[in-house]
């Protein structure tokens, strides 16, 4: 008898227990434990992002924006560049304490870029002198690591330039630059009135880059287009050129500067034609001066051009896009990192393959034989 009215009263005790817990009011929703999810930026839409408090990480309809999907058919992968004009800095010449400066953001970028299997090329200006001059020997070991190195002339843009100067000039800065023991086969910075495709080949330049729309004022006036016709100087005519997309993700060949624009199979310089400064796609989307502020609008673009570009591959022809950034301004570190890692999915997925452009221009050799 006294073992069952044990039994019973622990029953009924238990039942009171689990009463009593039913009636007590539940925790605020503040103070349950919140989903894990990732940082806002970092390339991933889970909860509880979405496009109206991340818009960096999740489109319209709540994907992933890094979420690429391998096109139909067989076209080999994007080249991807960025082509670095090492200018802006001319104290460094005469203060070792500015080069150093300079030489340890070189260092910095390209280790964040190789962190991505990524490659820059750097494009010398002030940089060649300065490297000579303090011995911090930044652009061979630049090279060493498996970047590409060019020279930034910015010579022949004055309408009272002396076109009898330019090829000596251009050669001066390739022997400088290759004194530093690298290779040189390239320039930036040589669009001109005069015949700046001559004056490259009998310099001995293989290939050109970052040509601007200036460049057509070395051809015959009736052959240039309506809207340059009469550029006044480089910096008036910056246009990406040529402007459609279509028309400059292929390099050419070309024989002179009075008709560049169109292959020439014999020529003996290779074009390989630019898309727009990195941070400065918004403004050329809305047609205004650059200014050199890297922003997530500028990110934005860049990846509408980069989906348009994966979208018009040859399987037939050299694929290739590649950016410019002038570093007279160095650019948000943590910005960088989010576009290479957005990058990154287009690299897995075989859509695009990080080139130097002296590697580009090998592709293009091996291409033509």
């Not at 009171?16 to 919140?34: G, N, Y």
């Not at 530093?180 to 004056?199: E, I, N």
């Not at 460049?215 to 015959?220: D, F, K, L, Q, T």
Request: net charge negative; aromatic share 10%.
């Amino acid at each position: 008898m006294w073992t069952q009215f044990k039994k019973r009263m622990i029953l009924w005790f238990l039942l009171l227990i689990l009463i009593v817990s039913a009636c007590q009011p539940s925790a605020p929703v503040d103070k349950l434990p919140k989903p894990q999810a990732g940082k806002c930026g970092d390339g991933v839409c889970s909860g509880p992002e979405n496009t109206g408090n991340c818009p960096e990480d999740c489109d319209e309809e709540g994907k992933p924006l890094n979420e690429v999907e391998l096109p139909v058919g067989e076209a080999g992968p994007i080249y991807l560049g960025i082509m670095v004009h090492l200018e802006g800095w001319k104290d460094e010449l005469f203060n070792e304490e500015m080069f150093n400066q300079h030489a340890r953001l070189i260092r910095e970028y390209a280790s964040l870029f190789e962190t991505y299997g990524a490659k820059l090329t750097w494009e010398s200006k002030e940089v060649t002198e300065a490297s000579l001059t303090w011995g911090d020997n930044v652009l061979k070991e630049m090279e060493e690591r498996g970047h590409g190195i060019g020279v930034h002339a910015d010579l022949g843009g004055q309408l009272d330039y002396n076109c009898d100067m330019f090829d000596r000039e251009l050669g001066i800065r390739k022997k400088t630059l290759e004194s530093l023991g690298v290779t040189v086969r390239h320039v930036s910075g040589v669009v001109s009135h005069c015949d700046w495709v001559t004056a490259l080949i009998d310099s001995g330049y293989s290939f050109v880059t970052g040509t601007v729309a200036y460049g057509v004022m070395s051809m015959p006036e009736a052959m240039r287009p309506e809207e340059y016709r009469n550029c006044p100087s480089p910096l008036a005519c910056h246009d990406t050129f040529p402007e459609a997309l279509a028309d400059r993700i292929h390099p050419w060949r070309m024989h002179s500067g009075l008709d560049w624009i169109r292959h020439d199979p014999d020529g003996k310089l290779v074009m390989l034609p630019s898309s727009h400064g990195l941070a400065c796609y918004a403004e050329s989307a809305a047609g205004t001066k650059c200014d050199q502020e890297f922003t997530q609008e500028d990110i934005k673009l860049f990846f509408e051009e980069l989906d348009a570009a994966v979208e018009l591959r040859d399987p037939d022809q050299i694929n290739m896009v590649y950016v410019s950034w002038s570093f007279g301004k160095a650019l948000d570190m943590d910005l960088m990192e989010e576009w290479l890692q957005r990058i990154a999915p287009y690299v897995e997925a075989g859509l695009v393959e990080w080139k130097t452009l002296p590697e580009m221009y090998d592709a293009y050799i091996d291409w033509e034989n």
